[in-house]
């Protein structure tokens, strides 16, 4: 396996804006690697630009030491799985496993003629490649549980399975990577869990380094070893999953991470010496300034932001925020209550979990007097109550309103 590499990588298309935009990372040696951001934020394209899909603008691609710019896809030694599988449908699933082994080790009509020009020695050496061929596609297809579909066609399987397919067509390949566009878009969100534990397992098993693509946070933090959070072409935060959750960088990253949006309140910072307060029409709470964020003006405007696991909520303990529970999301295993800080109950926070897709998440948010609070499944609260509420101070986060910059103490 090999890292990855991309330095001062851009990509414009013809008459169009940059869709890769000065992008650098490294994707170490076996690390799995995601790619993670709303649609059009030019992470297919960067996957694209190392497969040597698409001719990079200006940069350098690298693939462990040797610099691919100029070199062709078949020869960059990278395996693409795609979301639409695009596997060869009059061919058998052992035909499409060694499709792509028997060309490259001369097998094939085309191919016969081709190695009648080989010196012996050469020839010898593939026809060695070619009679490994067979066990190769059936390690393959035990490893991913599909030896029992070699003789089916892709029609004749579930999207399951054709998605196990590609993957087999990657993997038999023994790649220097591997690069995933949005593999498992296709599937129902259970197959989808499912596929994403095998994938894990895969990565460790094979030690492999891995690129995937996908515009789902969940996904992304699932997988990844690290995450790259991509927005308008550039990459705006790389790390481990829970350093992004706990201290996204910026507006944009902590309101795209989290299945339960973030909690953003946006007000007025005082500095009072030993403690900081930040105000806005709803919210009046002191903080000790060992919680309040880096050093800055005495009064500032700032986005207080903290998740829904972090507000503690309830009577019987002193708390300093009241409010009253518009909506309750008895989830199971959890609960989400929504609560109106202000007097007149609202409609609930937000709609939809997943609805992200818009690129004003690095602007500080509209001031709505709503927050979420996760508690318990078994929680008694109902709507219409009044809560008091505490939120964690250890947890809070602090954005620069202007910015969107986190501006929390590390
Ligand atoms: P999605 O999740 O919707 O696939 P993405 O993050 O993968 O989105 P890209 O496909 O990389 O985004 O596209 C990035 C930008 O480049 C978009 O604005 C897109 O319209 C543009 N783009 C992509 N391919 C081309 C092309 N061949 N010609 C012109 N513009 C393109």
């Known amino acids: 396996m090999s890292s990855v590499s991309l330095e001062n990588v851009s990509k414009r298309f013809q008459g169009?804006?940059?869709?890769?935009?000065?992008?650098?990372?490294?994707?170490?040696?076996?690390?799995?690697?995601?790619?993670?951001?709303?649609?059009?934020?030019?992470?297919?394209?960067t996957l694209r630009l190392i497969a040597g899909l698409e001719r990079c603008t200006s940069g350098t691609i690298r693939i462990g030491d040797r610099?691919?710019?100029?070199?062709?896809?078949?020869?960059?030694?990278?395996?693409?799985?795609f979301q639409n599988y695009a596997l060869y449908p009059h061919m058998s699933v052992y035909n499409n496993l060694s499709f792509g082994l028997r060309l490259r080790f001369g097998g094939g009509i085309v191919n016969r003629g081709i190695r009648r020009l080989l010196k012996p020695g050469q020839a010898a050496e593939l026809s060695k490649l070619r009679s490994g061929i067979d066990q190769q596609v059936r390690q393959t297809?035990?490893?991913?549980?599909?030896?029992?579909?070699?003789?089916?066609?892709?029609?004749?399987?579930?999207?399951?399975?054709?998605?196990?397919?590609?993957?087999?067509?990657?993997?038999?390949?023994?790649?220097?990577?591997?690069?995933?566009?949005?593999?498992?878009?296709?599937?129902?969100?259970?197959?989808?869990?499912?596929?994403?534990?095998e994938l894990k397992r895969l990565h460790q098993e094979m030690q492999a380094t891995m690129i995937y693509v996908t515009h789902d946070q969940v996904e992304a933090m699932t997988l990844g070893d690290r995450v790259a959070v991509m927005n308008g072409g550039k990459i705006l935060q790389i790390d481990t999953p829970l350093a992004i959750y706990d201290?996204?960088?910026?507006?944009?990253?902590?309101?795209?991470?989290?299945?339960?949006?973030?909690?953003?309140?946006?007000?007025?910072?005082?500095?009072?010496?030993?403690?900081?307060?930040?105000?806005?029409?709803?919210?009046?709470?002191?903080?000790?300034?060992?919680?309040?964020?880096?050093?800055?003006?005495?009064?500032?405007?700032?986005?207080?932001?903290?998740r829904?696991?972090?507000?503690?909520?309830?009577?019987?303990?002193?708390?300093?925020?009241?409010?009253?529970?518009?909506?309750?999301?008895?989830?199971?295993?959890?609960?989400?209550?929504?609560?109106?800080?202000?007097?007149?109950?609202?409609?609930r926070m937000f709609d939809a979990p997943e609805n992200k897709d818009n690129d004003n998440l690095n602007i500080a948010p509209r001031a709505t007097g709503m927050l979420v609070a996760r508690t318990s499944s078994n929680d008694p609260v109902e709507t219409g109550q009044t809560?008091?509420?505490?939120?964690?101070?250890?947890?809070?986060?602090?954005?620069?309103?202007?910015?969107?910059?986190?501006?929390?103490?590390?």
């Open 16 to 45: 169009a804006d940059l869709a890769v935009d000065d992008v650098s990372l490294i994707v170490n040696d076996r690390e799995f690697l995601v790619l993670v951001g709303p649609s059009g934020c030019g992470k297919s394209t």
């Open 67 to 81: 610099v691919v710019n100029d070199v062709i896809p078949k020869d960059r030694n990278i395996a693409m799985v």
């Open 141 to 197: 297809a035990e490893r991913l549980g599909i030896d029992h579909l070699l003789n089916r066609k892709p029609h004749q399987l579930s999207g399951g399975e054709r998605q196990r397919v590609a993957l087999g067509r990657a993997i038999v390949r023994d790649p220097a990577a591997f690069l995933f566009d949005e593999p498992l878009s296709n599937l129902d969100a259970k197959l989808r869990q499912k596929m994403r534990v």
């Open 247 to 306: 201290r996204p960088a910026n507006l944009f990253v902590a309101q795209f991470i989290g299945s339960v949006p973030i909690n953003l309140q946006s007000g007025v910072l005082k500095n009072n010496g030993a403690t900081v307060r930040f105000q806005n029409d709803w919210l009046n709470m002191e903080l000790e300034s060992k919680f309040g964020p880096k050093a800055g003006a005495d009064t500032r405007s700032v986005v207080l932001g903290f």
């Open 308 to 347: 829904a696991e972090d507000v503690r909520l309830g009577e019987g303990f002193r708390a300093p925020i009241r409010g009253t529970v518009t909506a309750i999301d008895r989830l199971g295993d959890m609960t989400h209550v929504h609560v109106s800080l202000t007097d007149e109950p609202r409609a």
């Open 387 to 410: 809560v008091a509420l505490t939120i964690d101070p250890e947890r809070i986060l602090w954005f620069d309103a202007d910015s969107g910059k986190n501006i929390s103490k590390d």
